[in-house]
Every structure is written in structure tokens, then in C-alpha cells.
């Protein structure tokens, strides 16, 4: 389908699962509770699973470079958006997005800032919605340093989480994969991940730390990126 957004918002690969697949996914998710790891032995790449788990099991993503979150507190968060600018627990709707959350090493690179988005489109009365659309991006000055760490996803209960209000884009409705709780949150499993786990790495773009509110209005209004 063609929308009417620029080529940088990228589409999530094909994810076509055979009913193999889709039970396997089903038994891990069965058997994901007291925050244990996940013991991923499926030739699926791990993307597809979070995908999935979110999807169809109901549950919010959140990556981290810390694999020992017992709980998930409530923290101001530094957000250009007022949804995301709250004291909050935030997570994602879709696996693949977390997953960048995960592997960006901000430690390490402590002054590199981040720019990343997942919406899908909908047209209310045409009755469709698209496919995820994603843009990932980091500090310009930290890009050819391979930022990049191993990480984990936690699978979090989404039942005190709200999502994101969706926004007007002419006739479309544009929805964020964004979530936020106001209350603590347990995790019921994690998944260790690996730069080389996420799909879109060799697209990770780099942008000037000093243009952030230009790259936030291209993102909100569907412009060019900024050069």
C-alpha cells in the first residue's frame, strides 16, 4: 500500500507465520511469567515473536540495556509530546520498536541523543489501517562508533497501561504505538537481544543534536527529512 509519508518512515519486513510458528510462539508466551528469560530456540528471528506478543498476547514492550528490572517505577519522562512528557512507565505497542530501546548502548554514549517513531496509518472511513512504519535515528557524532549493545525486552502485563491518542494527518488517523502507565509495573518475561536481532540496523540514520524540534516537525507533519 502506498501512503502518503516520506521514504524515511520504513516498513516492517514481511512476517508471514505458519501455524507451526504461531504455536510455538503461543507456548512461550504460556510460559512467560515470573520476569524469568526467555529460552528463544526458534529459527523465527526475534522480532517476529515480539511482534507477535504484542499483537496477539496482549502485552507491552519495553528494551532496556538492564537485565535485572524487577519492577518497571513510574519517571519523569523528556518528551517535545505532552503523552510522552509525564511520570510514567513507558512502552511500546509493537515489538519491533522496543527492541531499538534495547540495543541503543546510551551508557556507553552518554551525550548521544535518540529520534525514533512507530505509527501506523488509518483511513476512519475507508476502514483500513496500514502496516507499522518506523524511523530510527541517533546522534550523528555517535552513528560511526556502532552505538549498539546487547540488551533485553521486557514482557509487561499491558493491563494498567493507556495508549497514545491518535492524531489527524488530513484524512488519516495516525496512530502511536506508544504506551504509558502511571503505576508500577512487573514484568512477566524478557528476551535477551542482540544488535544483530534487530532488522533494521544498517538503517539507524545519524542526525545534528542541534536540529531536534526540525526533526520532530518533519516527523508530526510528514515533511522531508531535514539535511
Given at each position: 500500500?502506498?501512503?502518503p509519508i516520506p521514504d524515511y518512515w520504513l516498513p516492517r519486513p514481511a512476517m508471514e507465520l505458519d501455524d507451526a510458528t504461531r504455536l510455538a510462539f503461543d507456548?512461550?508466551?504460556?510460559a512467560a511469567q515470573g520476569n524469568a528469560p526467555i529460552n528463544y530456540t526458534?529459527?523465527?528471528?526475534?522480532?517476529?515473536?515480539?511482534?507477535y506478543a504484542a499483537e496477539h498476547g496482549g502485552l507491552a514492550m519495553h528494551g532496556s540495556g538492564n537485565a535485572n528490572i524487577a519492577e518497571f517505577e513510574p519517571r519523569q519522562s523528556n518528551d517535545l509530546n505532552e503523552f510522552g512528557n509525564r511520570k510514567a512507565v513507558y512502552a511500546a505497542?509493537?515489538?519491533?520498536?522496543?527492541?531499538?530501546?534495547a540495543i541503543v548502548d546510551r551508557d556507553r554514549f552518554s551525550g548521544m541523543s535518540?529520534?525514533?517513531?512507530?505509527?501506523?496509518?488509518?483511513?476512519?472511513?475507508e476502514g483500513w489501517v496500514s502496516e507499522p512504519r518506523y524511523v530510527f535515528?541517533?546522534?550523528?557524532?555517535?552513528?560511526p562508533h556502532a552505538p549498539w549493545r546487547e540488551g533485553?525486552?521486557?514482557?509487561?502485563?499491558r493491563t494498567t497501561f493507556e495508549t497514545q491518542a491518535p492524531m489527524s494527518f488530513g484524512p488519516f488517523e495516525v496512530r502511536i504505538a506508544q504506551l504509558a502507565s502511571l503505576e508500577p509495573?512487573?514484568?512477566?518475561?524478557r528476551l535477551q537481544i542482540s544488535p544483530s536481532d534487530f532488522p533494521f540496523l544498517a538503517q539507524i540514520r545519524g542526525h545534528d543534536d542541534a536540529r531536534l524540534a526540525e526533526y520532530a516537525h518533519a516527523l508530526s507533519t510528514g515533511a522531508p527529512w531535514p539535511q
Open positions: 500500500m502506498d501512503l507456548e512461550l508466551l504460556k526458534l529459527a523465527v528471528p526475534k522480532w517476529q515473536f515480539l511482534c505497542a509493537d515489538g519491533l520498536w522496543a527492541m531499538f530501546f535518540i529520534t525514533n517513531a512507530c505509527i501506523r496509518l488509518a483511513h476512519p472511513t535515528s541517533v546522534s550523528d557524532k555517535a552513528l533485553v525486552v521486557y514482557l509487561l502485563p509495573v512487573t514484568p512477566l518475561a
